[in-house]
């Protein structure tokens, strides 16, 4: 009886299967059109986001290591931060051309490595950009640990996110393929490319169980996401009230303080001036701090929150775990919608360094201006290289000067 009850359950558990497989397959006849447009979408925003991303990351790329690095403790994780970016933006000329050309050439180890690069990407960046929130804080906080801080601590901490988000990343590639039987049975695949030329969306998702599904989906969601946002917003709120106690204890001890009592105090103090002034500057550099961290929360909120709360749907669209035809359709649209929402980043990460960051614009519009001055007049008259060589080194002057943030 129990054996019989056993095959009744596997027989139902394969006919709702199928039932299942055959309602997303008709959704996937009725969205092959949208494919397509999706496609020509792809292409077009890889397209626009492929100039600027190079020319911004290259610039900062080159400004973070040629003039900064010396000089501010922070600068690492920028620096691995547009590395990041920059490695996803020189992987975009292939897409573009198989989103163009509906074809693959290259071979699926190029392919897969590609696919890999985009993950590693935004997951990268959202690790670097909680190190830098949560090293903003912790120096704000704690001058002393910032003096006691070195160099090497960072490029340790860097190398050792590197290898954790590598392979965290790693099963993303895993959950792909390219063999016949899988995209016979799945919908991700399209039905216009065949089994040598699909690549990126068109690759189908492996069928896994529910259990490795949940798994999956609460590993990303939790370390991915969830945990990166909350020590963003922690680090934001942590700093706001530090801030906001520090102007409200100015407030209440001047305000008990009668004129005369401060006039004597300044009198006495030899050094008023330059404790008011210290203390101006801390209060500088905690609002510098505050705008650093609130930026990359707004930034990671924008970028990177519309793709994980679309991800969990995707992932039961992909293992065949919805079975209405609306939802299917919302979620797959959605989907490269949120994907090229988060490869924004690759843009937005260089102005967070521009407008942040007071000696990187200036380093960076002297760069900018050297190379269109060097653009607009490849050749100099003898008479004018004097003149730049003494405004080179009249700027080289005043970098000296600069105070690092």
């Not at 990041?84 to 992987?91: G, P, Q, W």
């Amino acid at each position: 009886m129990k054996h019989e009850r056993v095959k009744k359950g596997s027989a139902i558990s394969v006919c709702m299967r199928g039932k299942m497989s055959q309602n997303t397959t008709l959704c996937n006849d009725s969205s092959t059109n949208v494919d397509e447009i999706l496609k020509l979408y792809y292409a077009g925003f890889f397209l626009l986001l492929f100039i600027p991303g190079l020319l911004l990351n290259t610039a900062a790329l080159w400004v973070l290591c040629r003039h900064i690095w010396k000089k501010t403790k922070t600068v690492i994780f920028m620096i691995n931060l547009a590395a990041a970016d920059l490695v996803h933006i020189l992987s975009l000329p292939l897409r573009i051309y198989y989103y163009f050309n509906h074809n693959w050439p290259f071979g699926k180890a190029v392919c897969m490595i590609c696919f890999y690069l985009r993950y590693l990407n935004m997951y990268a960046a959202i690790a670097f950009l909680m190190c830098i929130s949560i090293q903003r804080y912790a120096f704000l906080l704690n001058p002393f640990s910032a003096r006691r801080w070195r160099r090497r601590y960072d490029l340790l901490i860097s190398v050792i996110l590197w290898v954790v988000v590598g392979l965290a990343c790693s099963p993303f590639i895993l959950m792909r393929s390219s063999s016949r039987q899988q995209q016979s049975t799945n919908v991700s695949a399209s039905a216009n490319t065949s089994d040598s030329d699909s690549c990126f969306k068109d690759l189908p998702m492996r069928k896994v169980s529910l259990r490795m599904a949940a798994i999956i989906i609460t590993f990303t969601e939790l370390f991915g996401f969830l945990i990166p946002l909350i020590c963003i917003i922690y680090c934001s709120v942590r700093i706001a009230w530090s801030l906001n106690r520090k102007q409200s204890e100015d407030q209440q001890t001047s305000a008990s303080l009668s004129p005369s009592t401060r006039s004597r105090l300044q009198s006495v103090t030899s050094n008023g001036h330059t404790s008011k002034n210290q203390e101006k500057d801390r209060n500088r550099e905690k609002r510098r701090a505050l705008r650093i961290v609130l930026s990359c929360s707004a930034l990671f909120l924008f970028c990177f929150a519309p793709y994980h709360i679309n991800f969990v749907l995707y992932m039961m669209v992909s293992q065949d775990l919805v079975e209405n035809c609306g939802i299917i359709a919302g979620v797959k649209l959605f989907h490269p919608v949120s994907l090229c929402v988060a490869s924004l980043s690759c843009c937005l990460n260089p102005l967070l360094y521009y407008f942040l960051n007071a000696e990187f614009r200036m380093h960076f519009m002297r760069t900018s201006s050297v190379s269109s001055s060097i653009l607009s007049s490849p050749v100099s008259s003898p008479t004018e290289c004097p003149t730049q060589t003494r405004l080179l080194k009249m700027e080289s002057k005043c970098s000296e000067n600069v105070k690092a943030e």
